[in-house]
């Protein structure tokens, strides 16, 4: 039972244009919620992270959204450059913190020229 | 950089040869994780551990023992390997501070089984 859904598995986006990356969750208990940024052959980096109590947080040109009653959370990317091909993660937590993740299944983005 | 390292990192073995992953990390940090990478499942976590001796079942741990006996390592043990654990497996570390709670991953150990 796949708590956390990302049901893009791909996005291609021309550079400069907005990266819009989806998140869906099933478990309304899922407090807090992270973007995590993967190149091939490297580890997951953390990008940006959101708590329920918000509806939105900004770091640069990344943009997190959440909406509680959709159960739905997005990732904007302006503008979008080459190096932001990669595979993005959603990840959820039950308890406010990063103490315990589900992972999504990832999309992965490609930027073209 | 949180100075995490896995080793190996790279490894091919045989079906019914037990195998032991490593994760050793420098800075004292309490939790530790173990992921297995698949296509089309995303990041799943095998055990975890909250300190010293302290650890969990995650949602794939069936196949798979892990044991802390010192904060940095964090060892995983396949006891008996299959070629369905075949898969790219993570270590990772919980960092917490004024104003992050996150998880940072090791580079990863690419393993298969034959």
């Known amino acids: 039972d796949q708590q956390v859904k990302q049901n893009s598995p791909s996005l291609s986006v021309q550079e400069g244009r907005i990266s819009i990356l989806n998140c869906d969750y099933t478990?309304?208990?899922?407090?807090?919620f992270l973007w995590y940024k993967k190149y091939p052959a490297e580890g997951p980096t953390f990008l940006i992270s959101?708590?329920?109590?918000?509806d939105k947080n900004e770091d640069g040109r990344f943009t997190v959204f959440l909406n509680k009653s959709a159960k739905h959370l997005s990732l904007h990317i302006v503008p979008s450059q080459p190096g932001d091909s990669a595979v993005y993660f959603c990840?959820?937590?039950?308890?406010?913190?990063?103490?315990?993740?589900?992972f999504g299944t990832g999309t992965r983005l490609q930027v073209t020229l | 950089d949180a100075g995490i390292t896995q080793s190996p990192r790279h490894k091919v073995t045989e079906t019914g040869t037990p195998v032991t992953l490593r994760c050793h990390q420098t800075?004292?940090?309490?939790?530790m994780y173990w992921y297995r990478q698949d296509p089309g499942h995303g990041l799943r976590l095998i055990h975890y551990?909250?300190?010293?001796?302290?650890?969990d079942k995650g949602e794939v741990s069936d196949g798979y023992s892990v044991s802390r006996s010192k904060t940095e390592d964090f060892l995983l043990t396949l006891e008996s390997a299959t070629s369905s654990q075949t898969s790219v497996y993570f270590c990772?570390?919980?960092?917490?501070?004024?104003?992050?709670?996150?998880?940072?991953f090791g580079p990863g150990t690419r393993l298969t089984v034959l």
């Open positions: 990772a570390i919980r960092l917490t501070g004024d104003s992050t709670d996150t998880q940072y």
């Open positions: 478990n309304s208990m899922f407090d807090y």
């Open positions: 959101i708590s329920s109590i918000k």
């Open positions: 990840a959820a937590s039950l308890t406010g913190t990063a103490s315990k993740l589900t």
């Open positions: 800075e004292n940090h309490r939790y």
């Open positions: 551990s909250y300190g010293v001796k302290d650890t």
